[in-house]
Structures are given as C-alpha cells and as structure tokens.
T-cell receptor, first 108, second 112 residues
Framework: GIQVEQSPPDLILQEGANSTLRCNFS?????LQWFHQNPWGQLINLFY???GTKQNGRLSATTVATERYSLLYISSSQTTDSGVYFC??????????FGAGTRLTVKP | ETGVTQTPRHLVMGMTNKKSLKCEQH?????MYWYKQSAKKPLELMFV???????ENNSVPSRFSPECPNSSHLFLHLHTLQPEDSALYLC???????????FGDGTRLSIL
C-alpha cells in the first residue's frame, strides 16, 4: 500500500520562528492534503495540494509530485500553531493514507 | 469547519452496550468516510461510501457496522466493543475521491 512518512516526528519552536515539515510518499499522488489537529482533536484542512505551491497567510505548501514529497512551511509561528500536522495522500481510490504526523510545540 | 457534524462528541460505553455514532454533512458531497485514530497512531481508514454504496471496508472487525442511508448521513453502529477500540472516530466527506476531504470534530469513544 501507499506509504506516507513525515518528518520530523516532533518539533519545538520558539514563538516567531519558522519551520518546514516534510512528507514523503511512496506512490504517485492523486490527492494530497495537509491537516492540523488541534489539542481538542479537531482536524482542520490546511491545503489540498497534489502538486505546485499554495499559500494561506503564514502557511504555505509545496508538492513536488515527480519526486514524491511535500513540504509545509510555517512562518512566524504562534502558540496557536501547536498541535499535530498530518499529511495524507491517496492514489484516487478512496484509500487515503495518513502519515504519523509531526507534533509541533510553539513556546511563548 | 462546520460542514461535517458528528454526534456525540464523547461516548463512554461498556463492552456489552450497543451504540451508534452519527455523521451528517451539509456540503453536498457524494463520498463519506469513517476513520479511527488511536493514541500515537496515524489515522486509519475504516469505511468508504460513494453515493451510498460501500466501496471500501479496510479489514474492520464486524463489531463495527456502518450504515449510509443517504449521501448526507453516515452511521457507525457499535456492539460488543473491546477496550482497544477506545479511540477518536472521525468522519469525513468529499465531493468525490479526487477532491479534498473535510472532517468532522470526531467522537471520542471510551470502552470500559
């Protein structure tokens, strides 16, 4: 099946710092999404990005499908950015697979 | 996001109880999904419905029984669960399999 690997598993930042989260996947991408799960378990859709680059405020994401990776950039991090960031991808057969996540802690 | 609503938010039940989780989406989507998130594990896809038809059952034990009466509603019927079934159960929907999935807030289930 499709393998999704995220790195780093844990990340601690000082407020205001920038960070890059990486997602590697083993097969061709049809649907790739980045999610933020807050401490209450709510899963928020950040980006739908099977290829290319998108930006939304302090967050941006880039997927290089030919090289099978995606990056999530967080700039000027805030304490509210804390939580777990998941990437998930599928080959288009509803078999969406999630990575293990990157647990981000932003300290004031 | 408020397009996908799950109830209840929390559920505590004994191993012999029967309960149901409910998911409702107001996004006009055609596909709905159940996921399980156990502690320190990635989300696991359990079931997929497309146009009310089940298209995937990811080797889920029969003590979990999904039901999709229409494209807007999805249920997960629970019976004779085990303690290891305690987890966060998330529902999602998408327009189709090639479109982004939108998640509900989840039901946190505890089995005593």
């Amino acid at each position: 099946g499709i393998q999704v690997e995220q790195s780093p598993p844990d990340l601690i930042l000082q407020e205001g710092a920038n960070s890059t989260l990486r997602c590697n996947f083993s097969d061709s991408v049809n649907n790739l999404q980045w999610f933020h799960q807050n401490p209450w378990g709510q899963l928020i859709n950040l980006f739908y990005i099977p290829s290319g680059t998108k930006q939304n405020g302090r967050l941006s994401a880039t997927t290089v499908a030919t090289e099978r990776y995606s990056l999530l950039y967080i700039s000027s991090s805030q304490t509210t950015d804390s939580g777990v960031y998941f990437c998930a991808e599928s080959g288009g057969n509803n078999d969406m697979r999630f990575g293990a996540g990157t647990r981000l802690t932003v300290k004031p | 996001e408020t397009g996908v609503t799950q109830t209840p938010r929390h559920l505590v039940m004994g191993m012999t109880n029967k309960k149901s989780l409910k998911c409702e989406q107001h996004l006009g989507h055609n596909a709905m999904y159940w996921y399980k998130q156990s502690a320190k594990k990635p989300l696991e896809l359990m079931f997929v419905y497309n146009f009310k038809e089940q298209t995937e059952n990811n080797s889920v034990p029969s003590r979990f029984s999904p039901e999709c009466p229409n494209s807007s509603h999805l249920f997960l019927h629970l019976h004779t669960l085990q303690p290891e079934d305690s987890a966060l159960y998330l529902c999602a929907s998408s327009h189709d399999s090639n479109q982004p999935q939108h998640f509900g807030d989840g039901t946190r289930l505890s089995i005593l």
